[in-house]
């Protein structure tokens, strides 16, 4: 083996970079065969480079300070083709997120020039496919979309013995993955986006069979796809024209998840996890006016699946650890945002009665609203009715015997109705009977009698309806489980 395939052959396995290359004997033999690579061949930049590489991978080693090694290297004059061209496309890999897309692309370009002054097909298709996925992160379309289609080319290029290559089908793979992508991304309306997710699918299942035998390939593809559909539906703001592709996230999700039993890989878990608890949480979200428990109970699951994403991704200092908390932000917002107001209507005759339930709810942590506190001087009242209405999570009726009196008696019933119909179990309408002073209970309106009402005798009677119905548990704002 001559020193330029020896080279080769330790940048494949210290760029393979996953779990199987961290076993400490494994790293020990890589420095040994780096250190004998060093002496015998002489690879005085090479080895340098290398080094750069291996510690960016293995030990810990920041982005600026290899960054910073790679420009020390590119800007050498005395240094081999194949070495530039590596630094140079490391280099634009790495500072991806950190510089300027201009800046990223003019690394690339001096790469792909290096490879085909030098004949070296592969090399450029290399480029090509990894530049296009840089395209597609920074949001520049419409360039991802011709550096794939001149991908397609370089490809086009590639000799038999190269396209039989391991590492030619993984860019294929890759370079199919992109195409997809675009295709997504691309898509202006709900209705495009679910034929173009139909073509994406059929086109990532193409990339998936390519790396069918490499676990860690072919988990992060599964779990690519479903990303880029769920970015589509956020997008698109939960459109029924998506529910079908959205659906299709769980079977796909659940399927990568039994390859990483099998695949022990810390990073393909946190990239599974910032993904599928997204994915989670807009679920909760679809659901949450038709099934609020079921939707606490999703984001709950999500929290879980994104802060195990964080705490992976902050622990090698990856940037990718800032979608994750996002995610836990949104959740946090929603729970926050779920209203424990509680609107009483009632009789000002029942004002003593019903000060009694405000004072006892104000206890549990509820927001009672109640005209005589929450009304200003100047208010008016049929707009302050209306908003206290939206603002709450539910509505209770005292019919007493003075009920029948209230001059805003159909208008109170006629929003809470719209906000029921509006918001389904997230607002509830109760309503509580009232014995009159002959003993026999008070008279339920024709509005109210499509609804459950209770026949309360006591205090603690309606107060245990009104707890039992609140859509959400007294204390903090938590949806009943």
Same mark, same amino acid.
């Given at each position: ?188 309306? *709900?209705?495009? =986006?679910? #034929?173009?997710?139909? /073509? %994406?699918?059929?086109?990532? !299942? &193409? ?84 099934? *609020?428990?079921? =939707?606490? #109970?999703?984001?709950? /699951? %999500?929290?879980?699946?994104? !802060? &195990? ?100 008696? &159909? ?71």
């Amino acid at each position: 083996m001559d020193c330029y395939e020896r080279y080769r052959r330790l940048y494949r396995r210290i760029d393979a970079g996953t779990s199987r290359f961290r076993v400490a004997a494994t790293t020990t033999r890589l420095r040994q065969n780096m250190a004998r690579y060093r002496s015998e061949c002489r690879g005085g930049v090479s080895s340098d480079f290398l080094e750069a590489f291996f510690n960016l991978k293995f030990e810990s080693a920041g982005v600026q300070e290899t960054a910073s090694a790679m420009r020390v290297i590119t800007a050498r004059k005395r240094v081999a083709p194949f070495v530039k061209l590596d630094a140079l496309y490391l280099l634009a890999r790495i500072t991806l997120h950190v510089e300027s897309l201009v800046d990223n692309e003019s690394y690339r370009q001096r790469a792909l020039d290096i490879a085909e002054q030098q004949g070296w097909n592969l090399s450029a298709f290399r480029v090509l496919v990894n530049w296009a996925f840089a395209l597609i992160e920074s949001g520049a379309l419409d360039k991802a979309e011709n550096k794939v289609k001149e991908a397609e080319a370089a490809l086009n290029k590639l000799t038999k013995s190269e396209l039989r290559l391991q590492e030619t089908i993984f860019l294929r793979s890759r370079l199919l993955a992109h195409k997809a992508k675009c295709l997504i991304l691309g898509a202006r309306t *709900p209705n495009s =986006a679910a #034929e173009a997710i139909y /073509k %994406a699918t059929q086109i990532y !299942n &193409e990339a998936i069979k390519l790396v069918q035998q490499n676990d860690h390939l072919r988990v992060n593809q599964q779990i690519e796809i479903c990303e880029y559909i769920v970015k589509s539906y956020e997008q698109f703001h939960l459109p029924p024209e998506l529910e079908s592709a959205f659906g299709q996230v769980e079977l796909t999700m659940s399927e990568a998840q039994r390859s990483l039993d099998a695949h022990n890989c810390n990073n393909c878990r946190a990239y599974f996890g910032e993904v599928y608890s997204r994915y989670l949480f807009l679920k909760g979200k679809h659901i949450l006016s038709s099934s *609020p428990k079921a =939707a606490e #109970e999703l984001w709950d /699951k %999500a929290i879980i699946y994104a !802060n &195990e994403s964080v705490a992976v991704f902050e622990s090698v200092g990856h940037i990718e650890a800032e979608l994750p908390k996002q995610t836990l932000i949104d959740i946090a917002s929603e729970k926050a945002n779920r209203p424990k107001k509680v609107f009483l209507s009632h009789s000002s005759k029942d004002k003593p009665l019903v000060r009694e339930f405000k004072s006892i709810l104000e206890t549990l942590h509820y927001e009672p609203w109640l005209d005589e506190h929450a009304l200003k001087a100047g208010d008016k009242l049929e707009r302050g009715l209306h908003t206290a209405m939206q603002d709450s999570c539910a509505v209770v009726f005292f019919l007493t015997e003075n009920f029948r009196d209230i001059k805003y008696l &159909e208008t109170e019933v006629d929003y809470a109705i719209t906000e029921k119909r509006r918001r389904g179990n997230m607002f509830q309408i109760i309503t509580l009977v009232f014995k009159n002073s002959d003993g026999k209970p008070a008279d339920v309106p024709d509005l109210l009698q499509p609804y459950v009402y209770k026949h309360v005798d006591s205090l603690l009677e309606g107060l245990r309806h009104i707890i039992e119905s609140l859509p959400y548990e007294p204390g903090a704002p938590t949806l009943k489980k």
